[in-house]
């Protein structure tokens, strides 16, 4: 099973070594704990959006590119893990629209489709 925290860890490890800082460092500036900072890295500790945020900023990369870096992390671990088809039952397996609708469907939302048209 992929842990969500243990690739979050790995991201903000790789970022910190990547700008050789030591866990001292940052730990100061983003105000946690040595110790606690090094279970966050080695997905040992789920952290809060809070402390997440202060480690980010102790490293000055924004929470976003960090999240977007684990989920696509996630995305190729989930990928590896994901059985191939042909090994799925074809009782288990989802069913394959006959047809593939030409552009989305804004029906009950016109600013979203305003926004797309413009």
Excluded: W
């Excluded at 925290?5 to 704990?33: F, H, K, P, Y």
């Excluded at 059985?83 to 288990?92: F, G, K, M, N, Q």
């Amino acid at each position: 099973m992929i842990l969500l925290r243990q690739l979050l860890g790995d991201v903000l490890r790789r970022l910190r070594v990547r700008q050789n800082r030591t866990l001292r460092e940052v730990s100061t500036l983003a105000r946690v704990s040595l110790g606690y900072l090094s279970e966050v890295e080695r997905g040992q500790k789920e952290a809060s959006s809070e402390l997440l945020a202060s480690i980010c900023g102790a490293l000055g990369v924004p929470l976003s590119q960090v999240l977007r870096e684990v989920s696509d992390q996630f995305a190729l671990a989930e990928l590896q893990a994901a059985p191939v088809l042909a090994d799925v039952p074809e009782h288990e397996r989802l069913p394959i629209p006959e047809t593939v609708p030409s552009g989305p469907d804004f029906e009950g939302f016109p600013e979203v489709k305003d926004m797309v048209a413009a």
